[in-house]
């Protein structure tokens, strides 16, 4: 999937959908990734990992801790 495409499902601002894209098109191109879900969010800023048939539920401050994990 090119950044191109991946820009065209992103709904945020457009310096953030630049930078996810082009991080998931390097992604897939060095790791030879697939996409095989997506992750949603609510109005609330809850966030549903969706990947083939499952969905991982996580309120918006579980999903910040685990993107932003610090050694202490």
Known sequence: MSE???LSI???SKFKKELTA???AELLESK???VTGFVITDVNGDIGIVDKSAVRWLDKH???SMMHEYEQ
């Open 32 to 34: 030879k990734y697939v």
């Open 10 to 12: 992103l709904s945020d």
């Open 62 to 64: 579980d999903f910040f």
């Open 22 to 24: 082009k991080k998931t």
């Open 4 to 6: 191109s495409e991946l």
